[in-house]
Structures are given as C-alpha cells and as structure tokens.
C-alpha cells in the first residue's frame, strides 16, 4: 500500500456529470454538453457520463439541468488517465477483493481505480 496520494498523478481531479440513458440521445447529450462547457462525454448501456473541469462544474451542471432536465448526479472525482483491461481471472478476483474490502472499511470514504473487467470475465467469477 502506498501513502495517499502516492497514485494521484495516474488520475485526474474533474467534475463528473451522469444522466440517465432517458435524457436523450448520444449525439444530443453529446451537443448539449459541448455547448455547456464539458470537455469530455461518454455513453454506455447504463447512461451518459459528461466530464468537466472542477470550476466548470457548477455552471455546466446548471445549464444541463436547464436543457435536459433532472441529472442522475453531480461530484468531483479522481477519473484514471489510462485503464488497464484485467482479463486474466485470479487477478480480477483478487482486485474486487481488495476493492470490496477497501469499501467496507470505515476510514475509507471513495475508492477509485484504473482497471476494467470485462463483462464474460465477470460472468465467470459470479
């Protein structure tokens, strides 16, 4: 285990936005975001996440809700510069072990990584 911060230059510090997937398109979201002041959107099966930079957030989040309604959510978070795809499946289990373990511990009030685990990989360990 590191000190903290020790990883910290791995991340970057952004105001992060999620909007369900009812809130509009991809391509809309997408426009809507651009023209608040976003600088990063990204869609998957489960909603859209809109990036901005930490002062920006306030008023992107402003002129989103103006335009598209209730968000899902609005925080600042540690967002990886880079993800590593972990498909090989002791090591997967081994880190939501760790990532579990980290949650469940009082002290620990966010927990951010850098991996992903892909869907038939997750399947395998369930």
């Known amino acids: 285990m590191g000190e903290t911060g020790s990883v910290s230059f791995m991340f970057d510090h952004v105001g992060h936005i999620r909007l369900s997937l009812s809130s509009g398109s991809s391509e809309e ?3 809507k975001a651009l023209e608040a002041g976003a ?3 990204d869609s998957d099966e489960e909603g859209h996440n809109i990036y901005c930079s930490r002062e920006n ?3 992107v989040r402003e002129v989103l809700e103006k335009s598209l309604g209730k968000l899902e ?3 600042i978070i540690w967002k990886p510069q880079t993800v590593e795809i972990v498909t ?4 997967a289990k081994s880190l939501i ?15 951010y990584a850098n ?3 892909p869907k038939d990989v997750v399947k395998k360990l369930s």
Do not use: G, P
């Open 29 to 31: 979201i997408f426009e």
């Open 57 to 59: 957030l306030i008023s």
């Open 88 to 91: 090989d499946e002791a090591k």
């Open 115 to 117: 991996f992903d685990i």
């Open 39 to 41: 600088d990063d959107i």
């Open 97 to 111: 072990k760790l990532i579990d373990t980290l949650e469940d511990n009082d002290d620990v009030q966010d927990v």
């Open 73 to 75: 959510s609005t925080s």
